[in-house]
């Protein structure tokens, strides 16, 4: 039998994350690409076609057979999927808090923005930090740093499990609790997407029953509310007792009115706590309006 072939982005990040998941596999080897979302960086991911350009190569690459599996941070794949290459397992999943991530010299000037790549960051970013400017910023992890570090920012926001996984964790002056800042939808999870019916027995390990809750749960909630990856929408499940607590955030187009809120119930009603969640929020706003 062939070696699996594991897809993955070329950058550092996403080697590393395709090597934990093959680390779980017998006889695989690594092919990585550039996706569009890695080559086009001088404009926002909204400008371009959204966060699904950082997929569309692997999954071609999936389709035509020159990849078996791909492994994508979850946060990153659209809402649906092509058809016979679902998710077909979600790994543990790694600290999912936001991080603010200060130049090296560890002095933080506010009169510089803080540098995100998401309308979810900035708008909370906004109701944290009101007197800081809060501007937008392309590139992998050591682009962003290298920026940070010829002061074209003051500070920045990024995913603490990238940084984990890079062991930069040094560098995070501060960790965002879930109330202060909801993370993305499928924030620290990583997804695994294969063709329909193929390598179920390799595969079977590699899938964590707590993390595709809370995947299920979160994504339900962005699909209700019809929010691409870029909508200021966040959604962050968390299982305690075999119970699971979904929030919420959800803005308006305008980003003028703002939504939170949370909802708790059993597992096995992930999907249908994420909708009604949802629901409730978008409610909630159009009666603020």
Avoid at 185 to 202: S, V, Y
Wanted: charged share 30%.
């Amino acid at each position: 039998m062939e070696p699996i072939k594991i897809g993955s982005r070329d950058s550092k990040l996403a080697v590393v994350q395709a090597e934990q998941v093959m680390a779980q596999l017998n006889d695989c080897v690594l092919v990585t690409m550039k996706t569009t979302g890695d080559m086009v960086l001088d404009r926002t991911l909204d400008k371009v076609g959204g966060k699904g350009l950082f997929v569309k190569e692997l999954d071609r690459a999936l389709a035509s057979g020159e990849v078996d599996l791909t492994v994508h941070s979850l946060k990153d794949v659209p809402m649906e999927q092509p058809e016979g290459m679902p998710l077909v397992a979600f790994s543990k999943r790694e600290d999912a808090r936001d991080a603010l991530v200060l130049p090296e010299n560890g002095v933080w000037d506010q009169s510089k923005p803080i540098g995100c790549s998401s309308a979810r960051r900035r708008i909370q970013l906004k109701a944290l930090f009101p007197e800081v400017e809060v501007k937008p910023v392309r590139g992998n992890v050591q682009t962003r740093l290298r920026k940070l570090e010829d002061g074209e920012y003051g500070a920045l926001v990024l995913a603490a499990a990238g940084l984990h996984r890079l062991g930069l964790r040094e560098r995070i002056f501060r960790y965002f609790s879930p109330d202060e800042m909801i993370p993305a939808a499928g924030q620290a999870i990583l997804a695994i997407q294969g063709r329909e019916g193929e390598l179920q027995k390799e595969i079977r390990g590699l899938d964590n029953i707590d993390a595709r809750i809370c995947a299920l749960a979160e994504r339900a909630f962005v699909r209700t509310l019809d929010g691409g990856c870029f909508a200021p929408i966040a959604a962050y499940a968390e299982i305690e007792d075999e119970m699971l607590l979904l929030r919420g955030l959800y803005a308006t187009a305008d980003e003028q009115t703002v939504v939170r809120g949370s909802v708790t119930g059993a597992c096995a009603q992930a999907e249908s706590l994420g909708r009604t969640l949802a629901l409730q929020l978008k409610q909630q706003a159009e009666e603020m309006l």
